[in-house]
């Protein structure tokens, strides 16, 4: 008997990939100066997860805050793209909330007053006893029922960020972007929003962006860690995937030995390939 074979391979139909929740496309970010033209960032590519939780670390000026600002909206890449949900993000959103670290809080408005404005701008057409009850929810969640009637400058630095969280969750945006929110916090304060922010979101699982210099932070709260290479022309240097599962306890991830190893990495990266210059 005699056996043919054909060459020809049988019609394949070749499925798109589907487009990421959050993608960062080749960005590069030039401000002009008196000198010359001045690369912030360079040929930045990340895909995000719908729901993942991302920590940037990186030396002053390697360009965090330049590329987040465009996740927000505030700020557009010289060259490259950000889209959200395959559309190309121009401008700032609801969909896209930010907590800053100096918590840009009203300071002549109450508590309760400076997160209704948000819910209020956003939601307009609300009714107001619904309105309300968003902000008094979002307030209970981050354990200010009881301090909503006071102005920011009669409560804590640690009190005065967890308003600016429960402004930013009270709205419901898909993306959450904290720049360095825990940095001018004490140690146990810091500790205790770390654990109140990780419970929310694992309640409500919006997409995370978060800029911290705490590498033990970055292990703590994030399931991947980008690490920036030095300015100027900063660009991704390793993405550090966090195996710790979820939900997490502080005492377990720092008595595992996979913790050390990963911390180790990520100094190494930090402080021996790319410590900054004596001077930077």
């Known amino acids: 008997m005699t056996m043919t074979h054909s060459n020809q391979l049988p019609n394949l139909t070749v499925l798109p990939r589907p487009e990421p929740f959050l993608a960062i496309e080749n960005v590069s970010k030039i401000y002009p100066t008196r000198s010359g033209p001045y690369p912030v960032l360079q040929d930045i590519s990340l895909s995000v997860a719908e729901g993942e939780f991302v920590c940037f670390i990186g030396h002053s000026g390697c360009g965090k805050s330049t590329l987040l600002n465009m996740v927000a909206g505030f ?27 100096n918590y840009a809080l009203l300071p002549w408005r109450s508590v309760f007053d400076n997160v209704y404005l948000a819910v209020n701008a956003v939601h307009p057409r609300k009714a107001e006893a619904e309105k309300r009850a968003i902000v008094r929810e979002h307030l209970a969640m981050v354990g200010l029922a009881d301090a909503m009637d006071k102005k920011p400058g009669q409560i804590s630095g640690g009190m005065r960020q967890r308003v600016s969280i429960a402004r930013a969750l009270a709205i419901r945006p898909e993306v959450l972007i904290l720049d360095e929110p825990f940095g001018a916090l004490d140690a146990i304060t810091k500790e205790e929003l770390q654990e109140e922010l990780l419970h929310i979101w694992n309640e409500h699982r919006c997409t995370v962006l978060m800029i911290t210099h705490d590498i033990d932070e970055a292990l703590f709260l994030a399931d991947r860690l980008v690490m920036m290479t030095n300015g100027p022309a900063a660009t991704i240097g390793e993405v550090m995937d966090i195996p710790f599962e979820r939900p997490r306890d502080r005492t377990q991830i720092m008595e595992d030995p996979d913790y050390y190893t990963l911390r180790n990495h990520a100094l190494d990266f930090l402080y021996n390939r790319f410590a900054h210059a004596e001077g930077a």
């Open 75 to 101: 700020n557009q890449p010289t060259a490259g793209t950000v889209r959200l949900r395959s559309q190309p993000i121009t401008s700032p959103g609801p969909d896209r909330m930010v907590v800053f670290q």
